[in-house]
């Protein structure tokens, strides 16, 4: 069940991150590396990106595109997306523009802002679930060429999710991270 990991990973969110101060949120590995409050913050923006449409197909009004009906890459996109983009880390990905954190220094309610957007998601995906919702295919936030199964897409999320967790724990573990 979905719900159960997406509260596994909040559950490890507010254990090895929720205590942590403004610097240590901030605190960058190299130049050209997220911080802690960078991983939180792109998890937001990029789920969210995807909740418009599923609240559209949990509505009932979800009219499918000419693409979504006919893309014979679907099945193959998500498949695909759900093993580059988990928790496994086999390469790196830039993150499209559309689903970059912040530039800014995060602050401490970053992590409070996390668990009320996983509060949300949990809520839109125990709905998505059902098995009425099976057959239906989305397109991706990032490309309009790209379509996935929802089943598919909800997986990208919770796998891409714990993905960014423990780079943010690795984060943390480094010798360098400040103690306080």
Known sequence: MISKEIKEITDLVNEELGSLNVVQLNWKPATDQWN????????????????PVFKVVISGTHKPTFWERKNPFSKYTGASMIKTLGSQVTKKFI??????????????????????????????????????????????PVAGLITIPLHDAIKIIVNHEMRHILQAIRIKNMPDFPKS
């Open 36 to 51: 802690i409050g960078q991983c939180l913050d792109h998890l937001i923006v990029s789920n969210s990106k995807y909740l």
């Open 95 to 140: 993150a499209p523009k559309l689903f970059m954190p912040t530039g800014k220094t995060i602050g401490q309610e970053i992590v409070a802002q996390f668990n009320k957007h996983q509060e949300e998601l949990t809520t839109i995906l125990n709905e998505l679930e059902k098995e009425k919702y099976e057959k239906i295919i989305i397109t991706s």
